[in-house]
């Protein structure tokens, strides 16, 4: 099939890689434009478009395709379909209509649970058992398209945000080209979403990042893995020199009891507003991610210690 491949992070990359595999056509891939990024701050292309760039296929990065001008030229792309994979800009109506058999998402959940831009973070941080990827033909709506295909994968206690994309990334090429495949032979099957338990996965606002010891433990830690490695939930740590940043980017449930905030030991054992979790892996803020042994061993942390509180605003 000729197709567009519409995509911009590591997670879309697979599916790109597997679609090429499989011998379509790939007409152009669209992508978000190039961002400063790094301590230089120089423009740094999506993973998408590196990728696509090393296949020598053509790549586009508009920041909107709103206007007429941007749909006309994909529309002149004579598409059978467009692929959907992270993509992060709305496609208008005349986007979606142009392709013979339409644009194709694939998204990281269950739908209805977990519409919009965050669903591995969101569906870790509520506690979530379950979720998957699932193949679903686009219209106007937010994620709210008939679903062709589904693939579950489980939750596992331990995993954080990065371990679960990772999973689920290996379960988009299979079954993206499977929908392909179904749509080209006219045996795809197109199914309704529930009109119950829709629920939204909001973009992770930097707001929330900080650690609220007042939680319960199992709160604070399905937060810690659900956002690991990326943004990274954090606290301060009060040091000679004044309080210095540090993420957390691995727990588990601990035992104990204390004030919240209050180390309970000397090897990062901290209680929350109910029970207590123990850090696993640390990144103090300007140096590497380290287990907390590994930290510890530079910067001690005796029990007894209060971390300052969150306030209202999260700062």
Same mark, same amino acid.
Request: glycine share 8%; hydrophobic share 45%; no cysteine.
């Given at each position: 099939m000729r197709l567009a491949f519409m995509g911009s992070p590591a997670f879309a990359v697979p599916v790109l890689a597997a679609l090429i595999e499989a011998g379509h056509d790939i007409a152009c891939v669209y992508s978000q434009p190039p961002r400063p990024s790094g301590r230089g701050q120089a423009d740094r292309k999506t993973p998408v478009h590196a990728f696509a760039e090393e296949r020598g296929l053509m790549v586009r990065t508009p920041r909107s395709l709103k206007k007429s001008d941007e749909q006309a030229d994909f529309a002149a792309l004579d598409l059978d379909a467009a692929v959907v994979v992270a993509y992060g800009l709305i496609l208008p109506r005349a986007v979606l209509a142009a392709p013979r058999f339409g644009c194709l998402n694939l998204h990281a959940s269950l739908l209805p649970r977990w519409r919009g831009a965050a669903p591995i973070q969101?569906?870790? %941080?509520?506690?979530?058992?379950?979720?998957? +990827? /699932? +193949?679903? /033909?686009?219209?106007?709506?937010? &994620?709210?398209? #008939? +679903?062709?295909?589904?693939? $579950?994968?489980?939750?596992?206690?331990?995993? $954080?945000?990065?371990?679960?994309?990772?999973?689920?990334? *290996?379960? !988009?090429?299979? *079954? %993206?080209?499977?929908?392909?495949? &179904?749509?080209?032979? !006219?045996?795809?099957?197109?199914?309704? /979403?529930?009109?119950? !338990?829709? $629920?939204?996965?909001?973009?992770?606002?930097?707001?929330?990042?900080?650690?609220?010891?007042?939680?319960?433990?199992?709160?604070?830690?399905? %937060?810690?893995?659900?956002? @690991?490695? @990326? #943004?990274?939930?954090?606290?301060?740590?009060? $040091?000679?020199?004044?309080?210095?940043?540090v993420k957390a980017l691995d727990s588990r449930l601990g035992q104990g009891a204390g004030a919240p905030g209050e180390t309970l030991d000397d090897a990062l054992l901290i209680a929350c507003g109910e029970g207590a979790v123990r850090l696993l892996t640390v990144q103090r803020e300007g140096r590497g991610v380290t287990p907390a042994d590994a930290f510890l061993r530079g910067t001690a942390v005796p029990a007894g210690v209060v971390l300052p509180p969150r306030d209202a605003t999260g700062a």
């Open positions: 969101r569906a870790l %941080m509520a506690g979530d058992r379950v979720t998957g +990827v /699932q +193949v679903m /033909q686009m219209d106007e709506g937010l &994620d709210t398209g #008939p +679903v062709l295909l589904t693939a $579950t994968a489980p939750i596992e206690p331990d995993d $954080t945000a990065g371990v679960l994309h990772d999973r689920l990334a *290996l379960l !988009g090429p299979p *079954l %993206m080209r499977r929908a392909l495949d &179904d749509i080209a032979a !006219g045996r795809a099957v197109a199914t309704p /979403q529930p009109a119950e !338990g829709a $629920t939204y996965a909001a973009k992770i606002d930097p707001a929330e990042t900080r650690i609220d010891w007042r939680r319960p433990a199992r709160e604070v830690d399905l %937060m810690i893995r659900g956002l @690991s490695p @990326s #943004p990274g939930a954090w606290f301060l740590l009060p $040091t000679e020199r004044g309080p210095v940043r």
